[in-house]
């Protein structure tokens, strides 16, 4: 169960996009169609943004999408707002009911 | 509207147990798998313990493997986490957190706000 690979940091201004790169192995994010991120202001709990890879709950803008290739998957925000500033953490399933985290991405919006 | 509320955190001394609670409403409770997701101070999210909407399976990160126990009432739309030899390294903030769909694995679409478990050492 060792932690998906995210970059610490990653920024964009306003109205750009940015992409957040999430990287397992083939026991978690390159086995399973089961990749989630959330998004994570400072004190609050975390929010689904994307569910399945590239899934979006209901409210969650179109801003928002998922992709995943092979062991890598990725979160990318278009037209990036001052409301986007926050933590972005990747999950996977990993088998046997498990589950595993990214270390978590922290954006800025320049 | 979907809920879940934490309680039962606090301060412990090193070998010690606590049991936290996570009290759900606005659901089919028995419906849907609860998690719980652990927050170190300053640091990134891990994945603690799961338990199946029905109760019958339970599953552990193996950081806590027999030391945590997950279970759940039914009745009283609660689910509980068992903390025993709480270890330094346990202190955090501890969510519950609701599967999005009784298929998802790892969507959790409604967590709690957290109850912070601290373990001195």
């Known amino acids: 169960q060792s932690a998906l690979t995210q970059p610490p940091s990653a920024s964009g201004s306003p109205g750009q996009s940015v992409t957040i790169s999430c990287t397992g192995t083939s026991r978690d994010v390159g086995g399973y169609n089961y990749v989630s991120w959330y998004q994570q202001h400072p004190g609050r709990a975390p929010k689904l943004i994307i569910y399945?890879?590239?899934k979006r709950p209901s409210g969650v803008p179109d801003r928002f999408s998922g992709s995943k290739s092979g062991s890598t998957a990725s979160l990318t925000v278009s037209g990036l707002q001052a409301e986007d500033e926050a933590d972005y953490y990747c999950?996977?399933?990993?088998?046997?009911?498990?589950?595993?985290f990214g270390g978590g991405t922290k954006l800025t919006v320049l | 509207e979907e809920q879940l509320l934490e309680s039962g955190g606090g301060l412990v001394q090193s070998g010690g147990s606590l049991r936290l609670s996570c009290a759900a409403s606005g659901f089919s409770f028995s419906s849907f798998a609860i998690n719980w997701v652990r927050q170190a101070p300053g640091k990134g999210l891990e994945w603690v313990s799961g338990v199946t909407g029905s109760g019958a399976a339970t599953y552990y990160a193996d950081s806590v493997k027999g030391r945590f126990t997950i279970s759940r009432d039914n009745y009283r739309n609660i689910v509980y986490l068992q903390m025993d030899s709480l270890r330094a390294e346990d202190t955090a903030i501890f969510y519950c957190?609701?599967?999005?769909?009784?298929?998802?694995?790892?969507?959790?679409?409604?967590w709690g706000q957290g109850t912070m478990v601290a373990v001195s050492s």
């Open positions: 399945e890879v590239n």
């Open positions: 999950n996977s399933y990993a088998g046997s009911r498990s589950l595993v």
């Open positions: 957190a609701k599967e999005y769909t009784s298929l998802s694995r790892g969507s959790f679409d409604v």
